[in-house]
């Protein structure tokens, strides 16, 4: 299990249930391939018809996969070993369940240690148009608002959008927007942004994304990608792609309680490369 020991301890206290997985959006279904421990999974789709039914009406591509391990992995009979495997398969993937079931137990939990200084100065957002990208509950996004014009907040999960709105409102926050979105596809007009962001959300599809954020980003605009390791020893993956010739990100490193934070940024020129 690669990260389950992680969520167990991040997540202390939250309880998980088979059932939790009904609740899983169309592009968190299309993840488990890479996320789930095989044989957990298939012991849970053979205990739980509907949900293997849900899984692929949401998601028909995934019946694919769900057929090879199901056709791997021989059925258990012995109800305490179905009732672990779950439970194993079901922590593998808190994150994904916690984003859904529990958004301000995420909110809570996740640490966000970045100062604004560090990420960019206050003044220099005064009347721009920001967006928080993989926004998750809005971190980044409240950060910024009292300082730039307007911040759209692009977030996929519809739990973490309601929980931004109702932040919104309680704060009687008025230019932080949720918008219904994802990295590689912004449902933003060209050229429209002075500012975009993402805090630990880059990265699903690396090199669609980077396109959209160009595209999306005016002339003489600004991408900051922030990334926290939890393993103080774990750079991150995507470090050669983002500083390589095509893409000219500048990696800076600032010290951290034990873990390691890295800022990528860099100004958009469009037209040369
Ligand atoms: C680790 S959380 C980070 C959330 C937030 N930025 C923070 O720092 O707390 C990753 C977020 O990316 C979102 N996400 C997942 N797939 C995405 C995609 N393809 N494009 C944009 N965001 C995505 C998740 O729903 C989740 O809110």
Redesign the pocket.
């Known amino acids: 299990m690669k990260y389950s020991k992680t969520l167990k301890e991040l997540f202390a206290g939250i309880t998980l249930n088979a059932e939790d997985l009904l609740f899983l959006e169309t592009?968190?279904i299309k993840?488990l391939p890479d996320r789930v421990p095989q044989k957990e999974f298939s012991v849970l789709l053979r205990a739980n018809p509907i949900i293997h039914r849900y899984l692929i009406s949401k998601y028909p591509p995934i019946e694919i996969f769900i057929n090879t391990i199901l056709k791997e992995n021989v059925p258990i009979n012995n109800k305490n070993i179905i009732e672990e495997y779950c439970q194993e398969l079901l922590w593998e993937i808190a994150?994904l369940i916690a984003?859904n079931k529990y958004p301000e137990v995420?909110?809570a939990k996740?640490e966000?240690t970045w100062e604004l200084n560090e990420i960019i100065p206050g003044k220099s957002l005064k009347g721009k148009i920001v967006i928080?990208?993989?926004?998750?509950?809005?971190?980044?996004a409240f950060r910024v608002a009292k300082y730039a014009r307007t911040i759209y907040a692009?977030?996929?999960?519809s739990s973490?959008r309601s929980f931004i709105r109702d932040k919104v409102k309680k704060n009687k926050v008025k230019n932080l927007y949720t918008i219904d979105?994802?990295?590689?596809?912004i449902p933003l007009p060209d050229n429209s942004a002075d500012v975009l962001m993402?805090?630990?959300?880059i990265g699903?599809?690396l090199e669609d994304?980077l396109i959209e954020i160009e595209r999306v980003l005016k002339p003489g605009a600004i991408a900051i990608h922030?990334i926290r390791n939890s393993d103080p020893n774990t750079e991150n993956p995507f470090h050669d792609i983002l500083i390589s010739p095509a893409w000219k990100y500048v990696c800076t490193k600032f010290q951290d309680t034990g873990r390691l934070k890295l800022k990528y940024s860099k100004t958009i020129k469009k037209g040369i490369k």
């Open positions: 592009f968190q993840y994150d984003y995420y909110d996740v966000f928080d990208a993989g926004a998750g509950t809005g971190k980044l692009v977030e996929p999960a973490f979105g994802f990295l590689d596809s993402t805090s630990n959300a699903w599809n994304e922030l």
